[in-house]
């Protein structure tokens, strides 16, 4: 079964370590020591519980939208490059940077400037998922 240490799942949720030992501390993620006395996360349950976290986080924001995307990254924006017709938004969403090209006037009416939080949607019909080199 693969486990994780505290500073690997920390990097993989984008929280500090620190975040990661209240979890365990306070019962919400389990962890086991190894034989070093390490903190070990197993990979199950650090899934679940992002894939709890995920779910609970923003349920009442949804609530009164439909959609049949499932990929939501909630970030801030930190850049709005427009021109006369369209406009180029990042926002940075945990670890991750998400680009998005959209009419400069869909931009405009949203309000997206640098500091506004603003949720990623992503559908696609095309996802490659890659496994880092585990050696």
């Known amino acids: 079964m693969t486990t994780f240490r ?3 799942a920390a990097a993989l949720l984008g929280v500090s370590a620190d975040t990661v ?4 501390d306070g019962g919400r993620l389990p962890a086991s020591r190894d ?9 199950a349950d650090l899934a679940a519980f992002v894939r709890d976290q ?14 049949s995307a499932r990929n939501r990254l909630r970030g801030i924006v930190t ?4 021109d006369g017709v369209m ?6 969403a945990g670890p991750f ?10 931009a405009d009416e949203l309000g997206l400037e640098p500091g506004v939080v603003a949720d ?4 696609s019909t095309n996802v490659v998922v890659e496994v880092p080199d585990q050696g």
Do not use: C
Request: without cysteine; hydrophobic residues 40%; charged residues 30%.
């Open 6 to 8: 505290i500073s690997e």
């Open 21 to 24: 030992r209240r979890w365990v």
């Open 35 to 43: 034989e070093h006395g390490h903190r070990r996360v197993p990979g």
């Open 54 to 67: 995920a779910r609970g986080n923003g349920a009442s924001d949804q609530a009164d939208r439909f959609s």
């Open 79 to 82: 850049e709005v490059v427009r």
């Open 87 to 92: 406009a180029q938004v990042e926002i940075q």
């Open 97 to 106: 940077r998400v680009v998005s090209l959209m009419s400069r006037e869909a």
């Open 120 to 123: 990623a949607v992503v559908k």
